[in-house]
């Protein structure tokens, strides 16, 4: 069965510094997707990926994936306060269901 | 195009009420599903349809139903609210199978009282 662990929880961290978010899963899963999530709203999606070694930036985000190891990392670089949010990661376990992550709430300080 | 529209956003009910929270998407997505939030344990599928007349239980389906009439429409009815049912819940669709990256509607905040 399908299960998938982010670290950390929570991260509180200064503008302009680097950090990761981790996201394990524990069985195979073909793709893995990360998304975001503001304060009270809804769920928006930031990258896909789709086989080994895949790569996706966007700004000032990186998503990466290494199937072997069951890990994709979610790389944050030069943090600015519009990132702050809750990050969540999901793998996929058959044709039509996503597994999610707890979530990783985000915190960037000016 | 308006996406995934969920009503009401927000709802209370009293144990034992009945409701159905509508979700409806304009896209010609053939995938819908519902899913309901709660701190600390990310998304968790309640059901989910592939197209028109089916539909099919996730994670968590017990005392909701659903009904997929419509490509546009799904439907998710509360029988008899219980306490344990106070949640944030989300209507998402997709493309198709395969990569069922989701969009989502704005969210339906539901307390059981």
């Known amino acids: 069965e399908l299960k998938v662990e982010q670290n950390p929880l929570f991260l509180s961290m200064q503008e302009g510094k680097n950090y990761t978010i981790y996201c394990n899963y524990s069985t195979t899963s073909d793709r893995l997707y990360w998304y975001r999530q503001d304060p009270g709203k809804s769920l928006e999606s930031l990258f896909v990926?789709?086989?080994n070694g895949a790569v996706k930036q966007e700004g000032r985000l990186m998503a990466s994936l290494d199937t072997k190891a069951r890990l994709s990392t979610l790389h944050i670089t030069a943090a600015v306060h519009d990132l702050s949010a809750t990050y969540f990661c999901a793998g996929q376990r058959s044709n039509y269901q996503l597994i999610w992550g707890a979530g990783t709430k985000l915190i960037i300080k000016p | 195009n308006a996406g995934v529209t969920q009503t009401p956003k927000f709802q209370v009910l009293k144990t034992g009420q009945s409701m159905t929270l509508q979700c409806a998407q304009d896209m010609n997505h053939e995938y819908m599903s519902w899913y309901r939030q709660d701190p600390g344990m990310g998304l968790r599928l309640i059901h989910y349809s592939v197209g028109a007349g089916i539909t099919d239980q996730g994670e968590v389906p017990n005392g909701y139903n659903v009904s997929r009439s419509t490509t546009e429409d799904f439907p998710l009815r509360l029988l008899s609210a219980a306490p344990s049912q106070t949640s944030v819940y989300f209507c998402?669709?997709?493309?198709?199978?395969?990569?069922?990256?989701?969009?989502f509607g704005q969210g339906t905040r539901l307390t059981v009282v």
């Open positions: 990926l789709l086989s």
């Open positions: 998402a669709s997709s493309y198709s199978k395969g990569r069922i990256e989701a969009f």
